[in-house]
C-alpha cells in the first residue's frame, strides 16, 4: 500500500498484450518511460462509472448530460478559481483532435502558427499537416535553470501580419513550467495587440506539485478571455486518454460559434457512451481524494530521479519541475563533454542526444524520448515518464545509470 494515501499506487500493473502504445511497442524486457500515459490505474471511481456502462451494454449514441457540464465548470471554479459558464463549453473527442480543427477553422493556408519549443511534438504536426507555416519562439533557461519566454523574439513573431493563431502548453510539455498569471496577462496582450489568438493546451493543468496551483490562460486577464482558446481534458491526470474525452472552453461568443462549427463540421464534438460518465466521475470529490494521492506520489518519484542523477550523472541535472509527471533531465554536460565541440551547436547536439537515447535502449532495456524530438530547444535534454510505480521508477534509473556509463565506456 502506498504510504502517501489510501489508494495502492504502488501496485504493479501488467499492461503487455492489452494493445498499450506504451507497452506493446517495447520490446520483451524493455521498460517504456516515453510517451505520457501512467501505469497507474485510474480512480476507482471512474473504474465504477465505466463498469456500470459496460454492465447495462447499451452503447449508443450519447449526449452530453447536464452532470458532465456541471462537473466540468464546478472543478474549475473549485480548483482553479476560474467561474466556467455552461455556455462556454464544447464538449469533443480530445484535445489533439480539438487543436488541429481550430488550427483549420481561425488560420488560413500558408498563414503562420507559433509555437514555443522545446514542446509538445503533435503541436509542431497540426500546423504543417494542415498547410500552415510554422514559427517558433524557442524559450530559453535563466541562469537558476528555470525556463522563461523569450519576450523579445515572441513579440516579433506575433508581430508578423501573416502570423494569426499561436499554441500555448499551460503547464509546459515537456519543461513542466507553470506559468505565472502576469505572463499569461502579458501574453493575452501581446496577442490581442497583434491580432493573434491563442489556443491554449491545459491537459496537465491538475498535475501540479502539491502546493503549486496554476492559473487557465483565458483567466488571467480580461483580454486573454478575448482571444483565448481553452483545451482541458482528464486524460492525463486520470489516465483516460483511451476514453476521448476533452473540453474546449471560449468566453468570447463569436469565437465560439466559430470553433463549434469547426468541431462538428469535422466529427468531433460527440464523446462516446464511456466519456461522458468517465469525466463526471473524475471531477467528483472521490476522484479528487484519489488525484490528492496522485499528485503526493509523482512529487516524491520525481525527488527519487533528481537525486539519484545528481549523485550518479556527473554534471547532469533532473529538476524538480512544477507541473507534468515528466522528468525533464539535463545531460548536455555529458554530450558536450564526451562528444567533442561539434556536439555543443545546434543540430549536431541534438544527433547526440538521438544518439544517447538509442544506445541507452540498446545497452539497458529503458525507452527514452530524446529531447530534440520536442524541436532543437530540446537538444541535449531526455524526457523520462514518471507516471509509475516506484519500484518502475527505481529499475528505470538504473537502466538510465548503466546505460549512460556505457555509453561514455564506448568513448563518445
Known amino acids: 500500500m502506498s504510504s502517501s494515501s489510501n489508494f495502492n499506487l504502488d501496485e504493479c500493473t501488467d499492461r503487455r498484450g492489452t494493445g498499450s502504445l506504451k507497452w506493446d511497442k517495447a520490446g520483451p524486457g524493455e521498460l517504456p518511460m516515453w ?12 473504474r465504477r462509472a465505466l463498469a456500470r456502462v459496460a454492465r447495462e451494454g447499451l452503447l449508443g449514441y450519447t449526449v452530453v448530460t447536464d452532470a458532465y457540464e456541471q462537473a466540468v465548470t464546478d472543478w474549475w471554479t473549485r480548483r482553479h478559481g476560474w467561474p466556467l ?32 519549443q522545446p514542446v509538445y511534438n503533435i503541436f509542431t504536426n497540426s500546423v504543417l499537416n494542415n498547410g500552415r507555416r510554422l514559427v517558433t519562439s524557442d524559450l ?12 523579445a523574439d515572441l513579440e516579433a513573431k506575433l508581430a508578423d501580419p501573416l502570423a494569426t ?62 482571444v483565448g482558446i481553452t483545451c482541458l481534458s482528464p486524460s492525463k491526470a486520470f489516465n483516460t486518454a483511451g476514453v476521448h474525452s476533452a ?4 468566453p468570447e461568443p463569436h469565437l465560439r460559434s466559430r470553433v463549434e462549427r469547426s468541431l462538428n463540421t469535422d466529427e468531433v464534438a460527440e464523446p462516446g457512451a464511456f466519456a ?65 565541440p561539434a556536439a555543443g551547436r545546434g543540430d549536431a547536439l ?35 515518464n514518471l507516471g509509475t510505480q516506484l519500484a518502475r521508477v527505481d529499475d528505470g534509473l538504473e537502466r538510465l545509470v548503466r546505460g549512460v556509463r556505457n555509453w561514455a565506456a564506448a568513448g563518445h
Not at 491554449?200 to 478571455?225: K, N, R
Not at 518519484?301 to 542523477?309: I, L, M, P, Q
Open 276 to 340: 461522458v460518465p468517465a469525466v463526471v466521475a473524475a471531477y467528483s470529490a472521490e476522484g479528487e481524494a484519489w488525484l490528492t494521492a496522485v499528485r503526493s506520489y509523482i512529487a516524491a518519484n520525481k525527488a527519487r530521479v533528481a537525486d539519484v542523477v545528481a549523485r550518479e550523472l556527473a554534471g547532469c541535472a533532473a529538476p524538480v519541475s512544477q507541473a507534468t509527471y515528466l522528468s525533464w533531465i539535463d545531460v548536455r554536460p555529458l554530450l558536450r563533454s564526451g562528444a567533442g
Open 247 to 250: 473540453t474546449v472552453v471560449i
Open 165 to 226: 493563431l499561436m499554441i500555448l502548453c499551460n503547464p509546459h510539455n515537456p519543461v513542466g513550467r507553470v506559468w505565472t498569471r502576469e505572463e499569461l496577462a502579458r501574453l493575452g496582450a501581446l496577442a490581442a495587440e497583434h491580432h493573434v489568438l491563442v489556443v491554449s493546451d491545459e491537459v496537465h493543468c491538475d498535475l501540479t506539485l502539491p502546493g503549486v496551483g496554476y492559473t487557465p490562460f483565458a483567466a488571467a486577464a480580461p483580454v486573454c478571455a478575448e
Open 140 to 151: 530559453r533557461q535563466g541562469e537558476n535553470g528555470e525556463w522563461r519566454i523569450n519576450w
Open 35 to 46: 510517451v505520457a500515459d501512467m501505469d497507474l490505474r485510474t480512480a476507482p471511481v471512474v
Open 350 to 384: 541534438a544527433d547526440a542526444t538521438t544518439a544517447l537515447a538509442v544506445q541507452i535502449r540498446e545497452h539497458s532495456g529503458l525507452v527514452l524520448t530524446a529531447g530534440s524530438t520536442y524541436g532543437r530547444a530540446g537538444a541535449g535534454f531526455l524526457r523520462m
Open 85 to 116: 459558464q455552461r455556455d462556454w463549453l464544447i464538449p469533443t473527442t480530445g484535445v489533439v483532435a480539438a487543436i488541429s480543427s481550430i488550427v483549420r477553422s481561425v488560420t488560413n493556408v500558408f498563414e503562420k502558427v507559433v509555437i514555443q
